[in-house]
């Protein structure tokens, strides 16, 4: 079983800036992702890491805003969030799974969660 512990939620304001921690309890060659639920809205897919880095993949809603990055070394993977907006209100998920995918059925394991919250 892995753990995923996700840190760094909070409130800011619109055009405000956030980063995102997950920090996995096994190391390993998986692919990691973030999706997002927002109230009353199916989870979305948010970005993946492939294992090594080489490959990382964007929602069109946050292409160019966002970016997903990993280090192996402390086993995390790093969402940091630019220009923020009223609708990246949501809460954030971060997935482990054997590659990465725009999918969440991909992943085998989840974290918690944390809140994400955009206010005008």
């Known amino acids: 079983q892995v753990q995923l512990v996700e840190s760094g939620g909070g ?3 619109a055009g405000d800036s956030l980063r995102l921690s997950c920090e ?25 890491i492939s294992w090594n880095g080489g490959g990382t993949y964007y929602a069109n809603s946050v292409k160019g805003r966002f970016a997903i990055s990993r280090d192996n070394t402390r086993n995390t993977v790093v969402l940091q969030m630019n220009s923020l907006q009223l609708e990246d209100t949501a809460v ?29």
């Open 11 to 13: 409130l800011v304001q």
């Open 92 to 120: 954030y998920y971060c997935a482990l799974g054997r590659r990465s995918s725009f999918h969440g059925d991909s992943y085998d394991f989840w974290g918690q969660g944390t809140q994400v919250t955009v206010s005008s």
């Open 24 to 48: 996995a309890s096994a190391r390993g060659f998986y692919a990691m992702g973030w999706f997002r639920q927002a109230p009353g809205k199916e989870r979305e897919f948010v970005a993946a």
